[in-house]
């Protein structure tokens, strides 16, 4: 059974840091594409980075977010800096077979983990 559990949420101010930790059982973060996706309330999900040979970011968070992943851990991680209120979203952690950054590509999904930025 693939497991993914997020945690590391919180509220926090304009400009703060932040680190998102997702632990993942049943699949290995090495084998697998790793993403993070966010939902802001009234909108749709949307993608913020994927991790596998290659990485991307969404233009909203490049330079600010880091995805790293853990294989002996085997827990992905979204390192969040320079935090701005519009970056207020439940964050979810997910993996793919393959490649890919739409929330279609995604196989497996956490429950999420809530940022709240305030100005």
């Known amino acids: 059974q693939v497991q993914l559990v997020e945690s590391g949420g919180g509220l926090v101010q304009a400009e703060d840091s932040l680190t998102l930790s997702c632990v993942i059982s049943g699949l290995s973060v090495g084998t697998y594409v790793m993403g993070w996706f966010r939902q802001a309330p009234g909108k749709e999900r949307e993608f913020v980075a994927a991790k596998a040979s290659r990485t991307d970011y969404a233009d909203f968070v490049r330079g600010r977010f880091t995805i790293a992943r853990d294989v002996v851990q085997n827990t992905v991680y979204l390192y969040m800096h320079s935090l701005k209120p519009e970056d207020t979203a439940v964050y979810y952690c997910?993996?793919?077979?393959?490649?890919?950054?739409?929330?279609?590509?995604?196989?497996?999904w956490g429950q999420g983990t809530q940022v709240t930025v305030s100005s």
């Open positions: 997910a993996a793919a077979r393959r490649y890919g950054v739409r929330v279609s590509d995604y196989d497996y």
